[in-house]
Structures are given as structure tokens and as C-alpha cells.
């Protein structure tokens, strides 16, 4: 989770950079800001899931600064000594509103909601897009990956190949990178279940457009495009003909 602070005091930035760091170290602090200009900036091109706001900061309040935005696609956190502001801050939908100094079993909570909104944010673009992909019986053009620190939009074709490792699955990409998703070989399949997808193995699934050759040697093997050699399982044999045979039409 990638998290912005808004606040005109150093030392209270510095202060609650230390309790995250000690409470919720995965939260990267990917910018501060201390202006409602500087935190329009920073936040529009950080593009943060998170944002821990001040209310009264250098140029204005926190208000005036969420007023920029034409859409608000982040959480908030209001941290301030300002308490008369609160109802107004929720009707920008802040996750919590916290009095400085910050408690930190409340800040605690409050980031603990802000995932939980996240995680249902994200639950309903995955259902969103299994929705478009169930009115079509082709491939899905794209599909909504989350990993440990962000949610990838990928389009489908630049999927090289999936390999399972235990209860998770790494996508490698026609990049060069990868994403590992806390989720099993066996659900992907099911969804990438056309022609263009092709399970050699119970532990790798292949995009048969970036497929090379079959080699028969040492009981088969499937070569790619980048050179990666997989194994081929000798049920699957004939089965992976009958997918490029299909696919080529």
C-alpha cells in the first residue's frame, strides 16, 4: 500500500512516518506534501491508495485541496489537533478522522478500515471485469492482478505464462517482470480457459502465442519465444496439438 502525507509540520510527518514504520511497515511513504498546491501535486502524480491529511495546512485547509480533484480515488485519514472539522471531513468519505497526538491503537484501526475499504474497492473491479468476461466466451482482453503492494491492470496478451508456487501463482510478463498473486495456478486456468491458454503441467500454464516449438526429446518440452523450456505432461501431448491447431485458424 502506497500512502501520502499531508501535513505543514515536519516533525508530526516525521512522527507518524515512525509509527507506520513500526506498526505497518509494509506502508510505503511514496511522497509528503505541506501546501494544498504541493499536496495537489504530489498526490496527483503518485497516485496514492492512502493519503494521511492535515486539515489546516500552508494555502488553505485539507478541503480546499480535495476540491481540486474531479474524483477522489484514494482513501483518507484526517490527522489533525482540529477537531471541529470532522463531519465535514466525512462527507469526503474519510476512512477515520484522528486528534493529534495520534493514538496508535486508533491509528491502528484506521488503517486497518482504509485496507478493508481497499480490498472491497478492489473486489468490486475484479467482479466488474469476471462480469464482461462472462458475456463474451472469448479471452478476456484484461485482468485485475493484486499483489502485496499494488492492484495491476494487465492486458491479457502480455501475459507470457503462469507458474504455480504452492497456494500462489507468478505471472510473467512479456516485459521482462513479474507479479507473484496470492492465488492458485488452478483458478486462472479456469478463467483463462480458450485457445490461447494452454496447461502443459500441473504447474505451469503457457499463452500459446508466445509459443516456439515442441520438442519430443527427454519426453517433451514446450520452448517459448524468450527461450524458457517447460515440461510438458505426456497426457497433455495430444491435447496441446489439438489447442495450436485451433489456435493457427
Request: hydrophobic content about 40%; aromatic content about 10%; some cysteine.
Amino acid at each position: 500500500m502506497e500512502a501520502i502525507i499531508v501535513d505543514d509540520e515536519a516533525p508530526l510527518r516525521e512522527a507518524l512516518k515512525a509509527l507506520l514504520k513500526v506498526s505497518h511497515p509494509d506502508i510505503q511513504i511514496a511522497g509528503e506534501a505541506d501546501s494544498v498546491s504541493t499536496g495537489f501535486q504530489v498526490i496527483s502524480s503518485k497516485k496514492p491508495d492512502l493519503v494521511f491529511l492535515d486539515v489546516e495546512i500552508n494555502e488553505g485547509t485539507a478541503f480546499d485541496l480535495l476540491s481540486k480533484f474531479e474524483t477522489i480515488d484514494f482513501k483518507i485519514i484526517f490527522v489533525t489537533a482540529h477537531n471541529e472539522y470532522a463531519i465535514r471531513a466525512f462527507k469526503f468519505s474519510a476512512v477515520d478522522y484522528l486528534l493529534k497526538p495520534v493514538d496508535p491503537g486508533e491509528l491502528n484501526f484506521a488503517v486497518s478500515k482504509a485496507r478493508e475499504s481497499l480490498k472491497a474497492h478492489f473486489d468490486k473491479l475484479s467482479l466488474k471485469l469476471l462480469l464482461e468476461s462472462s458475456r463474451d466466451e472469448r479471452l478476456p482482453k484484461r485482468v485485475l492482478l493484486k499483489d502485496h503492494d499494488s492492484i495491476h491492470l494487465i492486458e491479457t496478451d502480455e501475459i507470457v505464462r503462469c507458474e504455480a508456487e504452492g497456494n500462489y501463482t507468478k505471472f510473467y510478463l512479456a516485459n521482462g517482470k513479474f507479479l507473484l498473486i496470492s492465488k492458485t495456478l488452478k483458478d486462472f486456468d479456469s478463467l483463462f480457459s480458450s485457445n490461447q491458454f494452454f496447461r502443459a503441467h500441473q504447474s505451469h500454464l503457457v499463452n500459446l502465442k508466445f509459443f516456439l516449438r515442441l520438442d519430443k526429446a527427454d519426453g517433451g518440452s514446450i520452448v517459448l519465444k524468450d527461450g524458457t523450456t517447460l515440461p510438458v505432461a505426456t497426457r497433455k501431448k495430444e491435447h496441446l496439438m489439438e489447442k495450436l491447431a485451433a489456435y493457427t485458424k
